[in-house]
């Protein structure tokens, strides 16, 4: 089935530890998202890839960057994992085209706890 | 203001009650418009995109209205299995989308 994977679905780092998040997907969707999401809170765009054009959001801090090498994968790397960094990451992705264009298909999550 | 806000509830209703949940938004020019369901500790899933011509999925109806920017989703004969949280979506374009918060759902028996 085609599908949004997520790896690792749980992830412990420590303070100021980098970490990486990894997303793939077999949906052959050219844009690809990644959303935090904290308890009872929305999920919230960090940045997006649109083919390999990246585009991140005006209040995603620095410590926070991604890369696409191809067309399936893409990964979250945080630099320097702080305590409010602990939350769910949520990858999607969508196409840009035919009848549901726009449409977001997610990903379990990872979440992420930070010690 | 938020850009996308939703009464975040909990509405709690008994099966097969009708309950209907509304959200603003503040950018005119948003294009597209869904709303999602979330499950405790799982990801969104699309419950139906929204037109401005209403449409309806079962016993899901979504409604949009631009002049007031405001959408609405029904529904009716509650299932214990309709219980989650509802998220609002909107996109202004270009991809960049914006939650609501959600609003949560019980549906008790």
């Known amino acids: 089935d085609a599908m949004v994977i997520q790896n690792p679905r749980y992830q412990v780092t420590q303070f100021g530890k980098p970490v990486t998040l990894s997303c793939s997907q077999t949906?052959?969707?050219?844009?690809m998202y990644w959303y935090q999401q904290k308890s009872s809170q929305a999920p919230k765009l960090l940045f997006h890839?649109?083919?390999?054009?990246?585009?991140n959001e005006a209040d995603t801090p620095d410590n926070f960057q991604s890369r696409r090498p191809n067309t399936s994968f893409c990964f979250l790397d945080i630099r320097s994992p702080g305590l409010g960094d602990a939350a769910m990451y949520l990858c999607?992705?969508?196409?840009?085209?035919?009848?549901?264009?726009?449409?977001?298909?997610f990903g379990p999550g990872t979440r992420l706890l930070v010690l | 203001r938020k850009e996308v806000e939703q009464d975040p509830g909990p509405f709690n209703v008994p099966e097969g009650a009708t309950v209907a949940f509304n959200c603003t938004y503040s950018?005119?020019?948003?294009?597209?418009f869904f709303w999602y369901r979330q499950d405790c500790r799982k990801e969104p899933k699309l419950l139906m995109s929204?037109?401005?011509s209403g449409n309806e999925d079962g016993r899901f109806t979504a409604q949009l209205n631009r002049a007031s920017q405001y959408i609405s989703l029904l529904i009716r004969d509650s299932k214990l299995s309709d219980s989650a949280t509802y998220l609002c979506?909107?996109?202004?374009?270009?991809?960049?989308?914006?939650f609501g918060a959600g609003t949560r759902l019980f549906v008790k028996a």
């Open positions: 979506v909107v996109s202004t374009g270009g991809f960049k989308t914006i």
């Open positions: 950018n005119s020019a948003s294009q597209s």
């Open positions: 929204v037109y401005s």
């Open positions: 890839y649109y083919d390999k054009d990246f585009n």
């Open positions: 949906l052959n969707h050219n844009v």
């Open positions: 999607a992705t969508s196409s840009d085209s035919g009848g549901l264009k726009e449409t977001q298909y």
